[in-house]
């Protein structure tokens, strides 16, 4: 009857499967954050609101806490045995591999690995092996020249010990195949202890068999319930403001600075495309065309300086061009249709 | 250190014993490897099955097996190392140079040649190494084995061991296959492939035009099924280690073998885990060792152990079964409780001896039966013997009916393995059974003997029958021989057969009792199957569905307790945005998400909030949404989505 049951279940798991993706059509209102008349919080605002707000529960995720210190021991006997340690669970497992690091690891050479800072990389953290743990001064070919020669000094050297405490083993920088095998090939030096955190439900993806031979994981279920305060301070939510795309700040001081006909070259640019924004299909404005209506409005005077003006834009990327099927040039403002409007609401203000 | 003394000898025994059953297959692939002389690049595919982790240790034998007996220059490449042709040649030269090294470091003046090679060598390589690269690592590669061979006489192959075929890239492979049977003559290359999949592979990897210029020859190896039973016999079924599985334990290993992986390595890994938690947690284990050593350790327990040991439920049942003056001098004294404790310890031991080897003689007995109703192999029979009383089971029940019908031939054999097991067994007690056996075995060739004259008998009554042709007589001997039919319902032999069978079942019940009804079982069988099933065989997603969906289950609060579907509007805020995300489809609007989460926070605060900080709870609730919102990405339950402004995209599907 149980299997039955279970059965059951995965045929139902099935069909929810499809019906979620079986109609193309998805019904949800229209309502954009647009119009709900609200600015979007900027990362400091919101770091300022959320200290605000009280942590909810303060007192039972610190029980919790203490539960899972008090396994601190067992974790380094079990590191000491050649296994390798993965926190998973809900909740930033940051403060508890600090406290780890802090109280136990304190007096032996341990290496920590921020996996949620978006500009780290494997090679980042072999050159800190290879620099600071061996002292080593020089550079590789690549990777796999530096892991080898750190392999085979932590194998010559027996009385060399290392803790790597890796935050966010399944971050977006070190998802990758080779990192990660690269970091398994590491993990699988006896002398080199490993104890990672991981959050991703599918993280376990990453690991093939041979990977997790490597790895030798045991896993921990370490369920925190705290914040992820660092780690998603780099995560470019869609309602904060986004540092990577331009913001209507940055477009009006950019343009600020320039002559009147460069502001009227954007301008047209801009206006053509809000006309087109509700044509999917609009691939942007070609040079010839906009050259053209350049002319026409007396704002430049030839191809050359035009093409000049696109450079300028283009270095402080406000526009994009984008080769059509027909190999003809076309030009777009990588910014959002409500922002360009603001934008130009806010120049027919000022002029 | 007990623990690492165990692991250590565990350990040794494994490696010596995987060696083993690797050798004669090794034999095998050295000999051939001797033997191959050919034009075309001889090539051995082994097919080695999908548990890749285990093969590290085949490899690593291999090569050395060859190294002592035929070549010294062997290369093993991974298909990690070797995205490209350039890497592969730079990693087999350097490999060759250095298994060149270690042949010949004895000899000074040829150790300090050949480190001047490989400097020159990679010094060249570093410069312009494109143009030159198969002119050089060949002709490179080729007067080392010219300067070399002069001194081994024959010419000893080179032989290039991939190690994981199905990852190379095609290319790669067919460009070194390509590049190296140009050089047959001069340079005699060996190939071996590794294979995990079937032999198939080679032919969907390689073109027609490259497979030609191989001579491959099929090899294949142990299943890995194989491999665990003989480990599970070597290490659970010995007496030499004093620490035992329990059941549970063992089942949740077989099944991660069988149903996950097929990999050794992993049950080893297993084990070794059972043996930390073990001697971890449970404070008795200081007494898991050799009968004489754990003798001396009783004596010197202190009282806080003995009342450890007070503790263990095996040993109250012990205790309740006394009388009463032994249970009250049991639980005051620690002198007559070690006195006790070794007694005990020593029963365990015996137990422990005529266990295995009464289970290897039922194990004889039922591998042979049809359908195998207790299992086919010795592992089965094991947990089936360690879960329950093996007798009151239904199988046990139609396993011995089959017995009962066996034929002689087969019955005796049996009963010939038997006596072999526990003439090798060291239990003093067996010399009992051992006669008993023996005696059976007479009986049954004087059964035989006996046969033998029946047979004759009836023959003769038979050339009787022919002889008399009168009517009279024939009717009379007929029925002299149907009456002799109908008393024979139970000959000898079934008599003996019947007795055998229920001397087998005898044995069973008093030497086959499940280790749980032992008294001190606790000090040698670890039985905690979920440690187990937790670390190794973790799931970390039912381990996020249940902190978001039951928050309950981690932060005991009693306002978080609510029966299951509901949003409890006072748990956390990622549970309380998690479930309302549980109730879109495919794309998700943020706004009405947030607008969905604002009213459920409201519902808590509103009656305390006044109008006047309605903005300011506002822009908290705003930025509580974004935090628990990015949370939920960042465990990748959602993701931005392009299709429509302000949208993300559900990554799940159905309630979890």
Partial sequence: LAKNNKENKMSNLVEEYFEAHSSSKVLTSDRTLQKLRKRRLSQQTLHDLLKKAPLAYAAEIKELNQQHESLFSKWMLQLHLGFNIVLYGLGSKRDLLEKFRTSVLQDSVHLVVNGYFPSITVRSILNSITEEVLEHIGTFRSPLDQLEFIIKRFKEDSSLELYVVIHNLDSQMLRGERSQQILAQLSSLPSIHLIASIDHINAPLMWDQAKLSL????????????????????????????????????????????????????????????????????????????????????????????????????????????????????????????????????????V | QIQEDLNKQLFDNLLSFLRQSHSEFQEKTTEWTCRMKSREIPTAALV???????????????????????????????????????????????????????????????????????????????????????????????????????????YPPVVVIFKDMESFTTKVLQDFIVISSQHIHELPLVLIFGIATSPMIIHSLLPHSVSSLLCIELFQSLSSKEHLSTIIDKLLLTDRFPF???????????NIFLYHDFSVQNFIKGFQLCIVEHFYSQPLSVLCCQLVDAKKRVNSLSHNQCENIRKLPSFRRYVESQVSEKQIALLTTDSYLKEIIQKLLEDLHVYHENYISVLRCLHVFTSSLPKYPLGKQIRELHCACLENQVWETEEYESSLQLARMLNKSELVTMLQQCVEIFVSSFGKEFDKTVEKLKEFLTQFQKLEAEAFQEQDVSVSSQKELQKKTDLYHLQKTLLELKESRRSKKLTKFEMLRFEVVDYIDSLVRNYLVPADHKTLHEIVYFNTASVLREHLN?????????????????????????????????????????????ECGRLINLVDWLEAFSTVVMAVEGPNSDAASSDQVDDIIHARFIRAVSELELLGFIKPSKQKTDHVARLTWGGC
Wanted: hydrophobic content about 35%.
């Fill in chain 2, 48 to 154: 080695l099955g999908v548990n890749v982790t285990d093969h590290d240790l085949t490899f690593r034998s291999l090569s050395e097996v060859i190294q002592n007996n035929i070549s010294p220059y062997i290369a093993l490449l991974e298909a990690k190392d070797c995205p490209g042709i350039k890497n592969l040649m730079q990693k087999l030269m350097g490999q060759l140079m250095n298994c060149h090294i270690d042949v010949d470091s004895l000899e000074d003046e040829d150790y300090v040649q050949v480190s001047q090679n490989r400097v020159r060598c990679s010094m060249t390589s570093l410069i312009n190494w494109y143009e030159t690269v198969t002119k050089k690592t060949d002709s490179e590669t080729l007067r080392k084995k010219r300067t070399s061979s002069s001194r081994h006489c024959q």
């Fill in chain 2, 538 to 582: 973790a799931a970390p997603r039912i381990a996020l569905h249940t902190a978001l969906n039951n928050p309950y289950w981690y932060l005991k609060n009693q306002a978080l307790k609510c029966d299951g579907g509901s949003i409890s509007n006072k748990a956390p805020d990622i549970c309380i945005v998690y479930k309302l995300h549980l």
């Fill in chain 2, 244 to 254: 035992k599985l329990g059941e549970k334990v063992l089942q949740v290993l077989i």
């Fill in chain 1, 215 to 350: 790895y030798n994981w045991l896993w921990y279920e370490t369920t925190t319930f705290s914040p992820y305060v660092e780690e998603t301070s780099y995560e470019n939510s869609l309602l904060v403001q986004q540092s990577g795309s331009l913001a209507l700040s940055s477009l009006t001081h950019v343009l600020h600075s320039l002559t009147l006909n460069a502001r009227g070259i954007f301008r047209l640019l801009a206006q053509y495309q809000l006309e087109n924004k509700d044509n999917p299909s609009y691939p942007g404005l070609s040079f010839q065309d906009f050259y053209q209506q350049c002319r026409e409005a007396f704002l430049v005077n030839s191809d050359l300086t035009l093409r000049a003006q696109l450079t300028e834009f283009r270095d402080h990327k406000l526009i994009r061009t984008k080769r059509g099927a027909d190999g003809v040039e076309y030009l777009l403002i990588p910014v959002d249709d409500s922002t360009l409007t603001d934008f130009l609401e806010k120049e027919d203000e000022d």
